[in-house]
């Protein structure tokens, strides 16, 4: 084994055992050992099968008097938690009941975890490794500024990122906070501040307003993530460096109902990173929404990664793939910490090609005169082609 493939197999072993110790997340793997990650005895149902949960529930020993209903879920929908539930089993009988009465709809699914996207496989290069500073474009205060929505970590506040030039929403813990040493340099600590600082060394009109959502595991829930892009009906361009599987490969309930509010109208596109497990074949969900036969699909931009010559191996694939993006040795800004001490990385991932796009959009936004037709002038101007995706060099 090369030294890079035991670094990264190392790091990702270290993430494997962090993970395992959030008690709350149950998980289950599919034959191809990809993972499906979702929250330990929550269900989330539609309404009108709610009748058939409880049919499910009841299967495997529970009474009403077991069933706790949560909040922070859109109208139409319940979230029940009880514990010992085998959620995928009344998941899946929720759906076979509903399919057969004729409702095409999802009808019921785990509160599924999503991660930032270098979590199972950053690139073969692993975590993030120190690099020289580079360069952020300068801010000429002529040019329209566009604000940039991004969901990701929380920012951590001592990095290269100079100050007037994003806005944080959740602001990260200072140096002393202590946040582990393992979770700055595997980058659950900084990934926010590395989105963000591709945004700003690609384009001058960029603002990020960063949102954390997702916690130093590098990991969030659906119902989190549902929680964010409420906030996000100001924001022309949204960013999402994260994501997940799903059982049976169907898209997540929760998910599909909040973007079938947000961009079912309005001026608004997601950027959205298609995720680093090598899948040709698995949709990775939200990017993978680009592929579906919803509405409002052509306002997802689903993202690969490219190397600069070829679709990198690590990254996922799919008929759902909208662009390719530089995503391999992206250098941009980090923190700093031990090891990291002018505070920038070289780091690898779709996590980084989709903000590529994101800032694309955005520069070409004031001149389209609307985010969705900034993306059509985006996508339409890739002449590049990385194997059988058009892409962005």
Known sequence: MAPADARAEQWRSRRARRLAGLG???????????????VADELLVLDDHFATARQAFAEQGFTARDIVEEGDVPDGFRRVRLPGLDVARAARRVRVQAEAAGDT??????NHVFVSTPFEHAGPYGPPRPAAPGHLTVRDRE??????LVLDTAVWLDSPLP?????AEDLGPGADAGVDEDAVRDGDVGHANF?????????PRVRPRVMGIVDTFGVCRET???A???QAYDHQIINLSLGGYTLDDRPPPLLTAALSGLLGSGDRVLVAAAGNDGQHDRPFWPAAFAGTSVSWRRRVIAVAAHDGRRISGWSNTGTWITLAAPGADVTSTFVHQDGFEDGWATWSGTSFAAPFVAAAIADALPGAGSARLAAEEVIA??????GRYAGLA
């Open 24 to 38: 709350w997340v149950r998980r289950e793997d599919r034959a191809d050992g990809t993972p499906v990650r979702f």
């Open 105 to 110: 709809r999802v009808a019921a699914g785990p």
């Open 143 to 148: 040019v329209p500024e566009v604000e940039v």
């Open 163 to 167: 100050k007037d030039r994003y806005v």
């Open 195 to 203: 989105v963000a600082g591709v945004l700003l060394t690609r384009s």
């Open 224 to 226: 989190d993530l549902i």
């Open 228 to 230: 964010g892009l409420g």
């Open 381 to 386: 101007g890739a002449s590049r082609r990385y």
